[in-house]
């Protein structure tokens, strides 16, 4: 028996589903070293799949983790890892057929985009082979201050992660100073937490060059906000009406920062005390626990107490069925979905079509199988679950006539694009856009991006800049790189396929704006070595100290809207802030005369 988190089913594309499980990676590295020096996975299938593991020059890379997970229908459905030996060999055997996500994680060398494999009856064998590279070592800097409630938090752990998986650390002094240093050319992220007194703070990402080598970086944690309202409750099982203790229940603010969590005591009781009013999301989420999850949205006024009496449902039922083709084929290896309010199960066909799914309560499921990564239409079909019983689903399935084209957006380095690219889909029948969508960096962090039951044909897509990050900017192109529609790289869809590998690398813009000006005092004196702050409001700076003659010139910045800052704290004059708006391959001009403080 699956499960998986609440997903309806058709709405996850088969090849995120196995981007989910390759993402378990980071949490397997951290236990790395309890795995065998050589693990060779083997299982009960047919297939195969080895490969090597080296360095750039051809050094081989002897205990790196590599995960190899399979997607069947709308869920994960194999998932496993290993290491490499000290020639850089794994192997994983026994796999049933299926296409595959490979992916392998290297501490100190820059992460590489995962692989597919497609094992079949005719072509049960596959290699995917990986080269490391080692990170870049460079001459930027990032610093800047960590406050809480704008107070400095010494002791405070600071890092700085690449696009490329590199992460470089510092710890805040007394002043909550930080400084990072040896970064290369690039956009890295800036991450810290202050712990559960404090909100979550979101990493701000700067863009390191030559140009602009040094960027700051002031991170200012905020604690929780405080009330006078009271939400809790007692859990029970629905059935007897037992409390149930060590239950994990979770609180989120849905309009007001907060994010806590407690465990049910011997009496089933909890309580979430001192919230401000406002609108929360209860979530008790129970795998394993022999319950379903529970959810529920709770509005609480000032010093109001609101009580709830969670009553959780036993999954302790079955549900059996059998799939089959329209011509009475059995269907072996599809996922089968049960989708309930709070969460699904699933389970896979056998040798024979049949399927059990295990854990299963007393409430209205879907019974979902078939769609995209299968060659059938999708099909569903209503049914309840029975207490301590088993209810019965049997499915027939349809050829499916339509397809699928997708693929993942990289960055320049070669990474998953984790900001909003917008893709349009191109017929070659017409100019005229099929559909449009946006790449799921956003929400995911995988740059993948679908168009689903499209009809049988051939297909481009384009790709256009809509992230409003002027450190990203790039040239609407088309499918192959080309900037017309003639000239894009088209691919044929027939029916039943998922065309999911319509990959593209984007090329950022090279940023050629220039900010630039004089300051000089009231009386008109030039005003020299007075430090100049450039921000865009996201998060993006730069920097510059004024010359003998009162100038000052701050080159590499993309077009966009600025504010710039001078004289205040530090300094012998009056804090002036003054927004221009920087154009491509252009120069704008910011004056200040000054006064003193």
């Known amino acids: 028996m699956i499960q998986t988190p609440s997903t309806l089913p058709g709405t996850r594309p088969r090849w995120r589903s196995a981007l989910a499980a390759l993402t378990l990676v980071g949490a397997l590295v951290a236990t790395s070293a309890a795995l065998p020096a050589v693990a060779d996975v083997v299982g009960t299938g047919p297939g195969t799949v080895s490969g090597t593991v080296s360095a750039t020059g051809g050094g081989p890379l002897g205990g790196v983790l590599v995960n190899v997970s399979q997607s069947s229908g709308q869920a994960t459905s194999f998932s496993e890892s290993t290491t490499t030996d000290g020639t850089g060999h794994y192997e994983f055997t026994g796999l049933p057929v299926g296409e595959y996500g490979i992916s392998a994680y290297a501490t100190g060398y820059q992460q590489q985009p995962w692989q597919f494999a497609d094992l079949t009856d005719p072509s049960p064998s596959a290699t995917a082979d990986f080269v490391f590279a080692p990170f870049a070592v460079g001459v930027g800097t990032i610093s800047g201050h960590v406050t809480g409630d704008g107070v400095p938090l010494a002791g405070q752990s600071v890092s700085a992660y690449s696009a490329a998986g590199h992460g470089l650390y510092s710890v805040t002094d007394e002043n909550g100073y930080y400084e990072l240093t040896g970064l290369a050319n690039g956009e890295w992220s800036v991450v810290s937490f202050a712990g559960s007194g404090y909100q979550y703070l979101y990493a701000p990402s700067v ?86 999850s529970f959810s529920r949205e709770i509005t609480v006024t000032a010093d109001q107490t609101v009580t709830l009496t969670p009553a959780l449902v036993a999954t302790n039922g079955t549900i059996t069925g059998h799939i089959k083709t329209k011509n009475g084929a059995p269907v072996v ?11 699904s199960s699933g389970a896979i066909t056998d040798a024979n079509g049949d399927y059990v799914i295990s854990e299963i309560g007393a409430v209205a499921y879907t019974i979902s199988v078939g769609g995209q990564g299968t060659p059938f239409t999708l099909k569903a079909k ?19 006539k339509t397809g699928t084209f997708g693929g993942i957006v990289f960055g320049p380095d070669t990474q998953w694009y984790t900001k909003a690219v917008c893709v349009t889909l191109y017929s070659s029948k017409s100019k005229h856009a099929v559909e449009e969508t946006q790449t799921f960096g956003p929400n995911y962090g995988d740059g993948t991006y679908g168009f689903f039951d499209i009809k049988p044909g051939s297909y481009t897509v384009g790709f256009a800049d809509c992230d409003d990050d002027p450190l990203t900017n790039f040239d609407n192109v088309f499918l192959g790189g080309a900037t017309k529609y003639k000239d894009a790289t088209f691919v044929t869809i027939a029916a039943a396929e998922d065309s999911l590998e319509n990959n593209f690398t ?22 020299a070595g007075l430090p100049v702050h450039v921000s865009d409001g996201s998060g993006h700076t730069a920097d510059a100290v004024t010359n003998a003659a009162g100038n000052y010139t701050i080159p590499g910045l993309y077009s966009g809207n600025y504010t710039v800052s001078v ?20 120069t704008v001009t910011a004056n200040f005369s000054l006064a003193k403080r």
Do not use: C, E, M
């Open 382 to 400: 209503s049914v309840t679950g029975v207490a301590n019983g088993n209810v019965t689903a049997n499915l027939t399935l349809k050829d499916r």
């Open 207 to 292: 863009l390191i060059s030559d140009v602009a080598p040094t960027a700051t970086v002031d991170l200012a944690f905020l604690s929780w906000p405080v009330g006078t309202s009271t939400i809790n409750g007692i859990v029970t099982d629905s059935a007897t009406g037992v409390a149930i203790a060590g239950i994990n229940v979770g609180l989120s603010g849905n309009d007001v920062p907060h994010s806590s969590s407690a465990t049910t005591d011997a009496t089933g009781a909890f309580s979430f005390d001192l919230l401000p009013a406002g609108t929360y999301s209860l979530s008790i989420w129970a795998p394993g626990s022999g319950y379903l």
């Open 506 to 527: 984007l090329a950022f813009k090279t940023p050629t704006s220039i900010i630039s000006g004089h300051i000089t005092k009231s009386n008109g004196t030039a005003i």
């Open 567 to 586: 004289g205040g704290s530090g300094t012998l004059y009056v804090h002036k802030d003054k927004s221009v708006t920087a154009i491509q391959d252009g």
């Open 333 to 343: 290896g599809i996922y089968v979905n049960a989708q309930a309010a709070d969460g």
